[in-house]
């Protein structure tokens, strides 16, 4: 008889209403991971959620690319970068500056973004107003060298153009 006091409560659980045959047929509890369940993985039998197509509320349409706010001036700087491989930004003392060749055009634009305004506020000898401001030398040298410190450059990069931008699609 189970009363008040009588021990710990059931562990609760959610019903499996799609889970893979494999698992229904051995009457147990699908954990419906995709493109393999843990319980096939773990007892070495094959999956038929690996003969299904992903769930389409998994799959996301990409959207459209908008375009990055630029002028001729900062086209031509990239395309000498790009050419001669120099950093032009050599008040910003990276090291090692970012090598164009290892990267998109979207995303040396994204690195100009951040180093130019760096650049403007260390010049105006304001670059301590801001937190990041002073930093991005230093981001920048890591991110050269370790590619997942590069992709939050670049994603840091293109929310703040986004902020920066009117338009409501951003």
């Known amino acids: 008889m ?11 659980h959610t019903k499996s209403r ?8 051995r009457h147990i509890r699908c954990d419906e991971t995709f493109p393999q369940c843990r319980n096939c993985t773990k007892h070495q039998v ?8 992903r769930p389409e509320a998994d799959i996301q349409a990409p959207r459209d690319q ?9 086209e031509h700087m990239l ?19 970012p090598r164009p060749q290892s990267h998109s055009r979207v995303e040396l634009r994204l690195i100009q973004h951040l180093s130019s305004i760096s650049r403007s506020l260390l010049m105006n ?9 002073s930093k991005v030398p230093k981001y920048l040298s890591v991110a050269t060298s370790y590619s ?5 450059f670049l994603a840091f990069s293109a ?12």
Not at 148 to 152: C, I, L, S, T
């Open 2 to 12: 189970a009363g008040q006091g009588a021990g710990p409560s059931r562990r609760s």
């Open 18 to 25: 799609t889970g893979c045959k494999t698992c229904k047929r």
């Open 46 to 53: 094959r999956c038929d959620y690996m003969d299904q197509q």
């Open 66 to 74: 908008l375009p990055l706010p630029s002028s001729p001036g900062v």
């Open 79 to 97: 395309d000498i970068w790009q050419q001669t491989g120099n950093f032009p930004y050599p008040e910003l003392q990276v090291f090692p500056p």
């Open 125 to 133: 000898s304001t670059s301590d107003m801001t937190v990041w401001a």
């Open 148 to 152: 997942y410190v590069m992709h939050a």
């Open 159 to 170: 929310s703040h153009l986004a902020w920066m931008s009117p338009s409501p699609d951003t």
